[in-house]
T-cell receptor
Framework: DSGVTQTPKHLITATGQRVTLRCSPRSGDLSVYWYQQSLDQGLQFLIQYYNGEERAKGNILERFSAQQFPDLHSELNLSSLELGDSALYFC??????????????FGPGTRLTVL | DQQVKQNSPSLSVQEGRISILNCDYTNSMFDYFLWYKKYPAEGPTFLISISSIKDKNEDGRFTVFLNKSAKHLSLHIVPSQPGDSAVYFCAASASSGSARQLTFGSGTQLTVLP
């Protein structure tokens, strides 16, 4: 158990809908990262937050957005869903935000299926 | 453009023998490297890491070697056990101001045969 929790574990929805994925980082971790794992793309970095502020953006679509709340949990919002958005979405957390070499610990993931 | 490559999609090893998983990278800005193990339907589990200022890091049965000139790292598992069977991902990161994101390889499925 990494200490990172994600809900829900599974989500099935229809095209055009909007969903929210939730992540709680390990106790004491200030940074939260979101990754997407689809069959043909592997694990891809989406976005990083540190202590409530966005720090880095990767291959995140404009239809997707995220935020980190004062209690440090984070939510990833996916809207206007398409079939191709079906994937595993992972959240990771780490202690620091700076250039220091700290390790990211991953949650169990949310499997999103868009029908 | 794959900046982190794991060219072997699968590897089979006999129990008790050494498993060697390889990873190549192209971005010379990467300064921190990690190996994760992943079971189906679970999140990646951190195994071991190495900073670019080192060429070797050891933790129990797991050793990571880094060859910066060749832009190559490897994970050695000795001795291999059936419970080690999983997908192993190599990941690399570079500091970008206050951000540090991971770039993953495509993974190697390790099967340890009893």
């Amino acid at each position: 158990d990494s200490g990172v929790t994600q809900t829900p574990k599974h989500l099935i929805t229809a095209t055009g809908q909007r969903v929210t994925l939730r992540c709680s980082p390990r106790s004491g971790d200030l940074s939260v990262y979101w990754y997407q794992q689809s069959l043909d793309q592997g694990l891809q970095f989406l976005i990083q937050y540190y202590n409530g502020e966005e720090r880095a953006k990767g291959n995140i679509l404009e239809r997707f957005s995220a935020q980190q709340f004062p209690d440090l949990h984070s939510e990833l919002n996916l809207s206007s869903l398409e079939l191709g958005d079906s994937a595993l979405y992972f959240c990771a957390s780490s202690r620091f935000h700076s250039g220091s070499t700290d390790t990211q610990y991953f949650g169990p993931g949310t499997r999103l299926t868009v029908l | 453009d794959q900046q982190v490559k794991q060219n072997s999609p699968s590897l089979s090893v006999q129990e008790g023998r050494i498993s060697i998983l390889n990873c190549d990278y192209t971005n010379s800005m990467f300064d921190y490297f990690l190996w994760y193990k992943k079971y189906p339907a679970e999140g990646p589990t951190f195994l071991i890491s190495i900073s670019s200022i080192k060429d070797k890091n050891e933790d129990g049965r797991f050793t990571v070697f880094l060859n910066k000139s060749a832009k190559h790292l490897s994970l050695h598992i000795v001795p291999s056990q059936p419970g080690d069977s999983a997908v192993y991902f190599c990941a690399a990161s570079a500091s970008s101001g206050s951000a540090r994101q991971l770039t993953f390889g495509s993974g190697t499925q390790l099967t340890v045969l009893p």
